[in-house]
């Protein structure tokens, strides 16, 4: 059996309830098939990079897959017929990461994690180009004072 990563959209106002009853629908298609699904992650409801099927938003659910590849197929076929599925993506994989996904790991953190300074992109302080910082130059470069500290 091969081991595969799938991961499907669903639309925004379908509730939690049924996003996991989806999830169980193809779950228990895998394991008829002969498959097994070895994780499964809600990512719960986030914003969309752009609009399909005019949402903005939509449930996001990560499964990880050891199954033939006629499980995935009819897998796709009935995600692919679905009204409330948006999009999927299922990958063959070499091996099952084990643990939590990135997705889950970053939850915690704020979305916009790491940005500093205000929406227009910070003063220059922030980013490290202010006039009162101490500059290092690259190796092999220098810099050529006069007898007056002056930089030639």
Known sequence: ???????????????SAQVEELTKTYTD??????????????WGLRNLTYRIKKNRKAHYVFMNLDTPSAAVKEMERLMGISEDVLRT???????????????????GRDERGGRRGDR???????????RDR???????????????????
Do not use: C, H
Not at 90 to 99: K, M, Q
Not at 122 to 127: A, E, K, L, Q, Y
């Open 1 to 15: 059996m091969a081991l595969y990563e799938s991961i499907f959209m669903v639309r925004p106002d379908v509730s």
């Open 89 to 107: 993506l299922t990958v063959r994989v070499d091996a099952l990461e084990e643990g939590p996904s990135a997705m889950l790991q970053n939850k």
């Open 134 to 152: 101490d500059v290092e130059l690259p190796m092999g470069v220098g810099v050529v004072a006069d007898d007056e500290g002056d930089v030639v």
């Open 29 to 42: 298609l895998i394991t008829a098939q002969g498959g097994k699904v070895t994780k499964v992650e809600q």
């Open 120 to 130: 227009r992109g910070g003063r220059d302080d922030d980013r490290g180009f202010g």
